[in-house]
């Protein structure tokens, strides 16, 4: 999973083999390392209780909640 990050958006790109995860385990993580002591985590989490695209940052860690009906159709579709 990539992230980007510009002015005031997030974007995740996700390989197949995430969105297999995502759609198995309901999450993906991913973490950028700075030092031995110090990273930033990123996670999407398929959420039944969320109705649109939510994120929150708290201790070192980006939680991206989409709804669950999102990710039920991404394994085995081309979507962009």
Do not use: C, H
Not at 27 to 35: D, G, K, W
Not at 37 to 53: E, G, W
């Amino acid at each position: 999973m990539k992230l980007r990050l510009k002015e005031n958006s997030i974007r995740l790109r996700l390989s197949q083999t995430d969105v297999d995860n995502l759609a198995e385990k309901g999450s993906v993580e991913e973490q950028l390392n700075f030092s031995k002591d110090t990273a930033l985590f990123y996670r999407l989490i398929a959420k039944a209780d969320v109705q649109n695209p939510t994120v929150s940052y708290a201790e070192n860690t980006i939680n991206i909640y989409i709804p669950i009906d999102f990710v039920k159709g991404w394994p085995g579709n081309n979507v962009v």
